[in-house]
């Protein structure tokens, strides 16, 4: 398969109302939508995806629908971490087995687990499947920080492992990461995509695809190009969606604004306990969704006129 680049959406899970069951017709609205949107691939069962409140049925049903719905247009992967080691084993074998083109698996956690630990967790993985394998680095969320040694050690110890998204927020980590891999490891961004791709990040693990996929996937074209004028232009505009989800939801925000934001005309249903849900928010939360459909407008207008300008360079030329 082609190598994984460019801005990869970590996709939402649908639920129908209550969140009692996956939404399967709401989901292939939504991929249709992905796919007409420009999207080069999605990642399921991540952060956004609400993966821990997956029953194993719900996993196994939803990654084979979801592989046969896109039917090799773009790659899927699928997350298949785990705080047990041989869950993770074996979600990330079922993985392979229906058909997804490689797995995102953040290290075990709540444990707080030494270097060795994990390492032999991912080994048992890697000597379980033969597609790639995304690192997840997430200590916000994993209470891990996998240091630049640890992912250079990993990557060439197992030829499955050549992408992670670096989520630390240490964009200097990048540049550590290609030098400790001696130049195998692909980074990709888990936020500021100017400011990492200019480190020598190669691709985005990218929550907003959930609601301005267009915008969002055209920002991460023009980082690879080295556009630095026409990233900001769209980055600008991201910033602020990230700070209206930061202060106005009380956990994850990424999930319930992505979901509220279907305003977009994709409606996913709510978020599953513990987090809260959006309904939940009242008119705060329809507030702070009423200003952020006005960026979804205004980001639109930044590409579309990107667009303009390059359609007008080239008839020039």
Same mark, same amino acid.
């Given at each position: 398969?082609?190598?994984?680049?460019?801005?990869?959406?970590?996709? /939402?899970?649908?639920? $129908?109302?209550?969140?009692?069951?996956? *939404?399967?017709?709401?989901? $292939?609205?939504?991929?249709?939508?992905?796919?007409?949107?420009? +999207?080069?691939?999605?990642?399921?069962?991540?952060?956004?995806?609400?993966?821990?409140?997956?029953?194993?049925?719900?996993?196994?049903?939803?990654?084979?629908? $979801?592989?046969?719905?896109?039917?090799?247009?773009?790659?899927?992967?699928?997350?298949?971490?785990?705080?047990?080691?041989?869950?993770?084993?074996?979600?990330?074998?079922?993985?392979?087995?229906?058909?997804?083109?490689?797995?995102?698996?953040?290290?075990?956690? =709540?444990?707080?687990?030494?270097?060795?630990? /994990?390492?032999? =967790?991912?080994?048992?993985?890697?000597?379980?499947?033969?597609?790639?394998?995304?690192?997840?680095?997430?200590?916000?969320?994993?209470?891990?920080?996998?240091?630049?040694?640890?992912?250079?050690?990993?990557?060439?110890?197992?030829?499955?492992?050549?992408?992670?998204?670096?989520?630390?927020?240490?964009?200097?980590?990048?540049?550590?990461?290609? +030098?400790?891999?001696?130049?195998?490891?692909?980074?990709?961004?888990?936020?500021?995509?100017?400011?990492?791709?200019?480190?020598?990040?190669?691709?985005?693990?990218?929550?907003?695809?959930?609601?301005?996929?267009?915008?969002?996937?055209?920002?991460?074209?023009?980082?690879?190009?080295?556009?630095?004028? *026409?990233?900001?232009?769209?980055?600008?505009?991201?910033?602020?969606?990230?700070?209206?989800?930061?202060?106005?939801?009380?956990?994850?925000?990424?999930?319930?604004?992505?979901?509220?934001?279907?305003?977009?005309?994709?409606?996913?249903?709510?978020?599953?306990?513990?987090?809260?849900?959006?309904?939940?928010?009242?008119?705060?939360?329809?507030?702070?969704?009423?200003?952020?459909?006005?960026?979804?407008?205004?980001?639109?207008?930044?590409?579309?006129?990107?667009?303009?300008?390059?359609?007008?360079?080239?008839?020039?030329?």
């Amino acid at each position: 398969m082609t190598p994984f680049k460019g801005s990869y959406t970590v996709t /939402i899970t649908p639920f $129908t109302p209550g969140g009692t069951a996956i *939404d399967y017709p709401a989901w $292939t609205r939504f991929l249709d939508w992905q796919l007409a949107s420009g +999207v080069p691939g999605i990642i399921t069962l991540g952060t956004t995806g609400e993966f821990l409140t997956i029953t194993d049925d719900e996993r196994g049903e939803f990654v084979e629908a $979801t592989v046969k719905h896109i039917a090799g247009r773009i790659p899927v992967l699928v997350g298949s971490m785990n705080a047990y080691t041989p869950n993770a084993v074996r979600y990330s074998r079922q993985a392979q087995d229906l058909g997804a083109d490689g797995l995102m698996i953040i290290p075990p956690y =709540y444990y707080t687990p030494t270097e060795d630990e /994990i390492f032999a =967790y991912y080994r048992a993985i890697c000597e379980a499947v033969s597609i790639p394998i995304m690192l997840y680095n997430n200590p916000f969320t994993s209470n891990v920080d996998m240091s630049a040694k640890l992912v250079g050690r990993l990557t060439k110890s197992f030829e499955q492992i050549r992408y992670i998204k670096e989520a630390s927020q240490r964009i200097e980590r990048i540049h550590a990461i290609i +030098v400790e891999s001696d130049g195998l490891m692909n980074v990709w961004a888990g936020q500021q995509v100017l400011e990492s791709y200019t480190m020598g990040a190669k691709g985005y693990v990218n929550p907003y695809g959930n609601d301005i996929p267009r915008a969002s996937v055209k920002f991460v074209d023009w980082a690879e190009a080295g556009r630095w004028d *026409d990233v900001w232009a769209v980055q600008r505009v991201i910033q602020k969606f990230d700070a209206i989800i930061t202060r106005g939801h009380p956990l994850y925000g990424h999930q319930c604004y992505s979901k509220a934001l279907a305003a977009a005309g994709y409606p996913v249903g709510d978020v599953r306990a513990p987090i809260t849900t959006f309904e939940s928010l009242g008119d705060e939360g329809r507030e702070r969704v009423a200003q952020m459909v006005p960026l979804m407008a205004e980001l639109d207008a930044v590409v579309d006129a990107i667009e303009a300008r390059d359609r007008t360079r080239t008839a020039a030329e």
